[in-house]
């Protein structure tokens, strides 16, 4: 019990109090590297604390499926001295069993940190569309059009995509670890929502709407890398599975939630709403989350044993790696150049980024013309304008359940059979999944009249969930498991363009659905998405061959 609290924020704290008091000592730390077995098994660390190292900025790091088959391929010259064997004065894990290695967690453990993560994502996504209730309440308030009223949900988007090239190579700093971050910016965003619930006028709430969006984003740029910290990649696909599900709950909640208490109260108390629900989840982060950083607790493992005096010149693995000032320079350039370089200079990354930012684009846009289809044709109140969005979060749950299903009977064999897979393999929900997201917009678009019953276009919002779903799991695995030693900066420059392209569709969504009508409004961005259906086949036939041309992607399998 001592060791799991030590690690969570309010160990931490404790520790620190007691550290400075006196009240009690340092605890004897065993010394890792006094055998060659210890010293063979971290020299497997330490590859891939080089990976960690040379990104050093940590969106959503799912590693590979296979990670004896991914070649890690560099282009720095640092990346070689990082990779160096084990010096005398080198702390790391006290061999493959070390209880403190977020790998060796127990089960249970493991899935309450993966159900913290979860709800962590979805509380702080809650304030991405909690927001959109109260428009037509914050119009009348201010008296300002909708489209400026509308600025508040689309700048916040602008907030989500710039966070992660801030918070998450903070996250992978040894000296600072997750927990920090988390907490931090958490705090942050509860006490903002503040002034944003008094705001006196519309610019205070876009300026905090902004930063509210800025310090959310750690919950979507580090959750899928605190799930990569603790688990193998076998069960790390049912959990990050589960993870992106938590990632559409909450905007297609947020309307429900919001809508009750604007309707009731006004717009302020969706604010409001969403102060509290995060108050409680910084209490449940602060008290049971623990640190799942590898390099941070091996950093904070070297400073115990020099603080104690056992060895006061232990450092560790990630201490090293990044004591010289070539890698220093060269992980500023890595974490602010290299996302954009890799995103736009190569042409899988550009590709998958302009799907990916599509159908981002497309979830955000609706979340904008539900009020146009079923208040307007419906007329449908805030609360059961709300319960319209359901047909989203249902669609979410079939396909989770069936990538669950899929993974179990295709994919799960392969890891017992040690196959080499091809990352191209990360396709397949995709192949079947693209066709879902035009045919959800015809049917959504042509159904949405007062002839036709309002759960018709409901079903075919549950449709489009079972798309892009499919795209999310398919496109945000494959990244990684095409550019591993780039993992972390493809999937940085991945949800920038997503967020800002998000921000744009949010603002011209709702006039042209008011003035194109639901069906040809539905029909133009169907139209788009079915150009987009062919791309999984075609990475299918010519993905390997693509790679191959690449100066950065993986060139096996």
Same mark, same amino acid.
């Given at each position: ?383 059961? &304008? @709300?319960? +319209? ?5 249902? *669609?979410?749950?079939? $396909?989770?359940? #069936?990538? =669950? ?110 003035? &194109? @009508?639901? +069906? ?5 961005? *169907?139209?788009?998405? $079915?150009?987009? #259906?062919? =791309? ?22």
């Amino acid at each position: 019990m001592e060791g799991k609290l030590r690690d969570t924020g309010l160990g931490r704290v404790i520790g620190g109090v007691a550290n400075k008091t006196k009240l009690q000592p340092e605890p004897e730390l065993p010394w890792p590297l006094s055998s060659v077995s210890s010293r063979n098994y971290d020299l497997s660390h330490k590859l891939e604390s080089a990976r960690i190292v040379a990104d050093f900025i940590g969106v959503q790091r799912v590693m590979s499926w296979d990670s004896d088959s991914a070649s890690i391929q560099s282009d720095d010259d640092s990346l070689a001295e990082l990779k160096r064997s084990s010096s005398e004065d080198e702390y790391g894990w006290d061999g493959p069993d070390d209880p403190e290695n977020p790998l060796n967690f127990s089960k249970s453990r493991k899935v309450f940190i993966t159900a913290l993560i979860c709800f962590l994502t979805i509380c702080v996504y809650l304030g991405s569309s909690i927001y959109s209730p109260g428009i037509n309440s914050i119009e009348q308030d201010f008296h300002i059009s909708t489209t400026v009223a509308t600025l508040g949900t689309s700048i916040s988007l602008v907030g989500y995509a710039i966070g992660p090239m801030i918070f998450s190579p903070l996250s992978e700093c040894p000296s600072i670890g997750r927990n920090p971050v988390y907490l931090l910016t958490l705090l942050l965003f509860v006490l903002i929502q503040v002034p944003i619930a008094t705001a006196p006028n519309v610019g205070t709430i876009l300026i905090f709407r902004f930063f509210s969006g800025l310090l959310g984003s750690p919950a979507q740029a580090t959750g899928g890398a605190t799930i990569s910290d603790i688990y193998d990649p076998q069960p790390r696909s049912y959990a990050i599975g589960l993870w992106e599900l938590s990632t559409w709950i909450a905007p297609t909640l947020g309307p429900l939630v919001g809508g009750l208490a604007a309707q009731r109260w006004g717009w302020r108390w969706t604010i409001w709403e969403l102060l509290a629900i995060n108050s409680v989840m910084l209490l449940l982060i602060f008290i049971f989350l623990p640190e799942t950083s590898a390099s941070n607790i091996l950093y904070r493992r070297a400073k115990r044993q020099r603080r104690s005096g056992v060895n006061k010149a232990s450092r560790s693995d990630p201490e090293l790696s990044l004591s010289t000032a070539q890698s220093k320079k060269q992980l500023v350039y890595h974490a602010v150049v290299r996302p954009f370089k890799l995103c736009f200079r190569e042409p899988i990354c550009l590709l998958l980024n302009t799907y990916t930012a599509l159908i981002t684009g497309l979830f955000f846009a609706w979340l904008e013309s539900f009020p146009v289809v079923f208040g307007s044709i419906y007329h449908f109140d805030l609360p059961q &304008l @709300g319960l +319209a969005f359901l047909g989203l979060l249902v *669609g979410a749950l079939v $396909a989770t359940a #069936v990538f =669950v299903i899929w993974f179990r009977t295709c994919e799960a064999k392969k890891f017992d059979r040690k196959e080499r897979r091809k990352p191209e393999e990360r396709f397949i929900p995709l192949m079947a999944g693209c066709f879902f997201v035009p045919l959800s917009l015809f049917s959504f678009g042509w159904s949405a009249r007062h002839s036709v019953h309002y759960i018709i276009p409901i079903i075919g919002s549950g449709l489009f969930s079972l798309g892009s779903f499919s795209l999310f799991i398919s496109i945000l695995n494959y990244l990684p498991d095409a550019y591993p030693a780039y993992a972390a900066s493809v999937l940085a420059g991945n949800n920038f363009i997503r967020c800002t392209f998000g921000a744009g569709c949010v603002l011209f969504a709702g006039p042209m659905y008011r003035d &194109l @009508g639901p +069906a040809w409004a539905s029909t133009m961005l *169907g139209i788009i998405g $079915a150009a987009f #259906v062919p =791309v999984p086949f075609l990475f299918w036939r010519f993905g390997g061959r693509i790679r191959g041309a690449s100066r950065f992607a993986l060139k096996v399998c």
